[in-house]
Antibody, heavy 119, light 110 residues
Framework: QVQLVQSGAEVKKPGSSVKVSCKAS????????ISWVRRAPGQGLEWLGG????????NYAQKFQGRVTITTDESTSTAYMDLSSLRSEDTAIYYC????????????WGQGTTVTVSS | QSVLTQPPSVSAAPGQKVTISCSGS????????VSWYQQFPGTAPKLLIY???KRPSGIPDRFSGSKSGTSATLGITGLRPGDEADYYC???????????FGGGTKLTVL
């Protein structure tokens, strides 16, 4: 049974960057994709981007183009999401998810990482 | 403004049935599988329905999904107070090459 374990909560200043990690246990990234999704206070789920390691393909939501970078380290089965130029509106819970290819169903979710952007 | 459109809220009495709609376009729902997610406050979302109408192991058959054209529907029968949560539809948009979600629907069991 695969589990995704994310790094701990972060408090950041406006204009800085945050890097959240997501380690898979019980499986590897082979044959699956990884997406990053966030939920800001009072808002719904928002897709930031995703990667399919086996095909080395990466897609980002247009809203975050230029600010978000998603990478994976297959040797440690860890995915990373780097978000730069942080502003208060980026305060949210960030989730990594395992994505089934073809169906794009997100069947396994990390526990979430709270990122607070405040001066 | 979400790419997929859901009603902000729905409500029904315990034991009753409720449906939640999700409207999209030919480039997302019209072309790809739809998934549904359930999220309780303070917890990560959980996959409820995938491939339009399939249930992962452990999801009761009170939950069902369907798709027609550019719209999808989540159905929940035999409502329980424990079903009160936020529900989201999601899919891939082939034109934008991005994942998309609905704005979410808050279910209240009266």
């Amino acid at each position: 049974q695969v589990q995704l374990v994310q790094s701990g909560a972060e408090v950041k200043k406006p204009g800085s960057s945050v890097k959240v990690s997501c380690k898979a246990s019980g499986d590897t990234f082979n044959n699956f994709g990884i997406s990053w999704v966030r939920r800001a206070p009072g808002q719904g789920l928002e897709w930031l981007g995703g990667i399919i390691p086996i095909f080395a393909t990466i897609n980002y939501a247009q809203k975050f183009q230029g600010r978000v970078t998603i990478t994976t380290d297959e040797s440690t089965s860890t995915a990373y999401m780097d978000l730069s130029s942080l502003r208060s509106e980026d305060t949210a819970i960030y989730y990594c998810t395992r994505v089934l290819m073809v169906s794009f169903a997100m069947d396994v979710w990390g526990q979430g990482t709270t990122v607070t952007v405040s001066s | 403004q979400s790419v997929l459109t859901q009603p902000p809220s729905v409500s029904a009495a315990p034991g009753q049935k409720v449906t939640i709609s999700c409207s999209g376009s030919s480039s997302n729902i019209g072309k790809n599988y739809v998934s549904w997610y359930q999220q309780f406050p303070g917890t990560a979302p959980k996959l409820l329905i995938y491939d339009n109408n399939k249930r992962p192991s452990g999801i009761p058959d009170r939950f069902s999904g369907s798709k027609s054209g550019t719209s999808a529907t989540l159905g929940i029968t035999g409502l329980r107070p424990g079903d009160e949560a936020d529900y989201y539809c999601g899919t891939w948009d082939s034109s934008l090459s991005v994942g998309v979600f609905g704005g979410g629907t808050k279910l209240t069991v009266l």
